[in-house]
């Protein structure tokens, strides 16, 4: 039953050394990408999902872990339907954005932490902060962006409700370092009392396959403030079509 759970895989892919655990994942009839098992240093395997959840390693016999290892040479199959992925980062668990403004201060990068839906595989675990269009995915979608600047609970040096707050959207492609363009921004001052919204639709994008979105935000207050996000992307069809 173990090994039926394992051999039933759509596609896998593996992350993490030698000195962690190896995460395998697959997509499943929906498009999600779900890790389903994972294996540790010493190539013990254990289950994490499915209906035959298991909570500890078990040993495979060398000719079922050869099997194994060679479905993990699969990339993930590509999912080419109209995906969609909704993300958040959660005011229980803010990102905490020092002071300062661009160019003096680079931005800082939201790392979305609770993934709500990925149909299609768009967040990976290995960089957070991105949103990544696999092979096959190109085309036309739309997006929404919310950022919310927690001015009740400033860190130290922070006058809450003073300053600019900046929200920065940018595309890039994967595999090549810096050259990451801005497609939507928003500036504005914080509020005068409560928290500081900051809501950026962003307009129709055709994205081709390899290339990821990224959101950034800075403030100046004088120390460091939480945020919270929530980021969609969805899918609507082919470019041309």
Known sequence: MLMRGLFLLLALLFAGSAAQAQKI?????????????????????RLVTGPENVPAYFELRPSDEAEVDALAAIPPLPYSGNGRVVAERLASSPLQVPSGLPPGTQATPIDY????????????PANPDRFTVGPAQGGVFLSTLQVTFIESTPGVGCTAN??????????????????????????????????????????E??????????????????????????????????IDE
């Open 205 to 238: 994008l055709e994205l081709a396959a390899g290339e990821f979105l990224r959101v950034l935000v800075s403030q100046n207050c004088g120390g460091p403030l939480p945020i919270s996000s929530r980021f969609t992307l969805r899918r609507v069809g082919a």
């Open 25 to 45: 994942y697959r997509f499943d009839a929906g498009g999600n990408l779900v890790q389903i098992a994972e294996r540790d240093p010493a190539r013990r395997y």
């Open 162 to 203: 003073s300053g600019e707050r900046r929200v920065d959207v940018r595309i890039g492609t994967a595999g090549q370092g810096g050259g990451q363009q801005s497609i939507a921004r928003a500036r504005l001052q914080a509020a005068a009392s409560g928290d500081t919204d900051v809501f950026l639709p962003i307009p």
């Open 113 to 124: 932490t609770t993934i709500r839906r990925d149909r299609g595989g768009y967040h990976r």
